[in-house]
């Protein structure tokens, strides 16, 4: 069987030309009309690994979009980010509702010498899977649109000094809005968001009661995020917002739950405890177990006695 080509697109120029459109006017930024975008496909799918950001309104989507190996339906108006060196994977499907929305591209070298160019990867909805967009109400996809709208007539004026630093801003805008309707949809999607949550204690139980700890350690936040079927960024980011604790933390919780079990209701030594945890060394459990608890794992032990 052939294997599928993933092409790899270093410029806007590039892309512009990938997928059927004009030359950009700006070679380091661009925003694009997405009912205008006409892919060259192969067998009606198309991958690519970009090197710039990307940030997308949509709506009507005839097609999957697919990171990795999920695969995701667009039915409502959404917003995705892409960064550099991710891939990205489209199947087109015929239809006669024509896809609409706005597509906005920065090169990397359009932030450089700026704040943005390091603040950018600040935001983690860049690290976000694709199953993971942000829901959008109309009031929010108009604001949205109208900071995109300005970007957009700035590169079209005369360019003169004050516009990187005028285009800048209203890309950090369109992002500090986008972090502000992510916490909006974290909240408001309570069921499937608290679903998770539900979901993340099965896999902790499951995890803390098998040989794993033994034979692999802790599990690690990729493992978790795996297990759940979502991305480290957006975990971390629905934790955050849910409980105000990272993943790493309700990890470390539910081992001191399991390590407080053992040391109050078993009589096996510190270090056999500490072992049967994933620690090869004791040490490095009695440091970790005091700084949750403020507790040596002796101490614990001795306030049951």
């Excluded at 906005?104 to 909805?125: G, R, S, V």
Aim: net charge neutral; hydrophobic share 35%.
């Amino acid at each position: 069987m052939k294997n599928k080509t993933i092409h790899k697109i270093n410029s806007i120029s590039e892309f512009h030309q990938l997928s059927g459109l004009p030359k950009p006017e700006h070679p380091l930024i661009s925003l694009v009309d997405y009912n205008q975008v006409n892919y060259t496909t192969e067998n009606n799918e198309i991958s690519w690994i970009q090197n710039f950001y990307s940030i997308g309104l949509k709506r009507n989507i005839n097609g999957k979009f697919k990171y990795g190996q999920q695969k995701y339906d667009f039915d409502e108006g959404l917003m995705s980010f892409v960064s550099p060196g991710q891939i990205v994977n489209i199947t087109v499907e015929k239809s006669d509702i024509k896809p609409s929305g706005i597509l906005l591209f920065i090169h990397p070298d359009f932030l450089w010498n700026t704040p943005l160019a390091t603040n950018i990867k600040q935001y983690d909805f860049f690290g976000y899977s694709v199953n993971e967009a942000l829901f959008m109400s109309e009031k929010e996809e108009s604001i949205i649109i109208g900071v995109m709208k300005s970007i957009q007539q700035e590169y079209h004026s005369n360019i003169d000094k004050f516009s990187q630093n005028i285009i800048i801003a209203q890309i950090e805008l369109i992002l500090n809005y986008c972090e502000r309707f992510y916490q909006r949809q974290f909240i408001t999607r309570k069921i499937s968001n608290h679903e998770i949550l539900a979901r993340l204690e099965v896999v902790l139980n499951n995890y803390f009661n098998s040989d794993n700890l033994i034979s692999k350690g802790l599990p690690s936040v990729q493992y978790i995020a795996d297990e759940l079927h979502v991305s480290t960024s957006y975990l971390g980011s629905l934790l955050k917002a849910l409980t105000g604790q990272s993943t790493q933390h309700h990890i470390h919780e539910k081992l001191i739950e399991k390590a407080k079990e053992k040391l109050s209701t078993t009589n096996l030594s510190i270090s056999e405890i500490a072992y049967a945890l994933g620690f090869e060394h004791s040490q490095s459990f009695s440091k970790l177990f005091k700084s949750k608890t403020n507790f040596s794992p002796l101490e614990f032990r001795q306030s049951f006695n």
